[in-house]
């Protein structure tokens, strides 16, 4: 039940980052589906999610939607995040921490409504890919 | 570990930051002074070290938008190595890990050429502000 509602996060976390890379996209879910069967597979999550944010906020810089200072801004503010779910996620194993990792990682995304408006004008664009990670 | 060589390191930190508002790099000096004195202080110190470094490699890639990509990854590496080390320092008040901190950092704001050429440029000027601040 749990994997099943960090799956959907995951798919609304994809939502945000469309733009990025769809090897990461990728990653990620194939990752999200190995989250009990090791560390390494955990990590691999964490950090095909960290590429993805990433990737996406440069590509909304480069399409100045957003400036460097604002790209910047949102990603600090994301790794906050991410450097304290790392250990309950990655050492605990904690699905639902991983949830709530997301959570907060779309609601920072969501804040600046320039970048949430572009996001889904990609969102529009990147479905193709989206079908090909989840194979729908 | 000694306060004087905690304080030659943080002088070496800050000339890698230079392009950060000097009043924050004043405040940074500032505040390292009162390192042992309060959790409090510590939160504060590394709130601002982290906005300071955000500032710096904003200011010096915001010309170059084409360059974001360099700027968030020199930006995910500190930050990476920003929350290895946060807890010892901001909770234990840790002066060896701060020192190791430091050394992170300045490794990794040094790996970009472009980023420490502008840096160093700036530097010269930033000296005598800094001998007015430290007191010598």
Redesign the interface.
């Known amino acids: 039940m749990s994997l099943a509602r960090a799956e959907d996060k995951l798919k609304e976390f994809f939502y945000y980052v469309s733009a990025s890379a769809a090897r990461w996209l990728s990653d990620a879910y194939d990752a999200l589906k190995r989250f009990y069967e090791s560390g390494d597979a955990r990590l691999d999550l964490m950090t095909s999610t960290r590429m993805a944010i990433k990737d996406s906020l440069v590509r909304a810089c480069e399409e100045r939607v957003i400036d460097i200072d604002m790209a910047m801004h949102l990603f600090g503010d994301i790794m906050m995040y991410y450097g304290s779910y790392l250990s309950r996620i990655v050492v605990d194993a904690d699905i639902n921490a991983f949830t709530s990792f997301l959570e907060e990682v779309i609601r920072n995304l969501r804040l600046h409504s320039r970048y949430a408006e572009w996001a889904r004008k990609s969102w529009e664009g990147a479905m193709e890919i989206i079908r090909m990670v989840f194979k729908i | 570990m000694s306060a004087v060589e905690a304080r030659e390191k943080l002088k070496e930190f800050i000339k890698m930051i230079g392009a950060a508002p000097k009043d924050v790099l004043v405040d940074i000096i500032r505040l390292f002074e009162k390192f042992w004195e309060d959790t409090s202080y510590r939160v504060e110190l590394m709130g601002l070290i982290?906005n300071a470094v955000?500032?710096s490699?904003?200011d010096v890639?915001?010309d170059k938008?084409?360059r974001?990509?360099v700027?968030?990854?020199l930006?995910?590496d500190f930050?990476s190595a920003y929350?290895a080390r946060?807890s010892d320092i901001v909770n234990k008040g840790d002066i060896g890990a701060f020192m190791v901190f430091l050394d992170k950092a300045i490794e990794v704001l040094k790996s970009e050429d472009e980023y420490r050429e502008i840096v160093e440029d700036i530097w010269i000027d930033l000296q005598e502000m800094l001998k007015e601040v430290l007191g010598r």
């Open positions: 982290r955000r500032s490699i904003a890639f915001n938008r084409y974001v990509g700027a968030l990854a930006y995910d930050v929350y946060y």
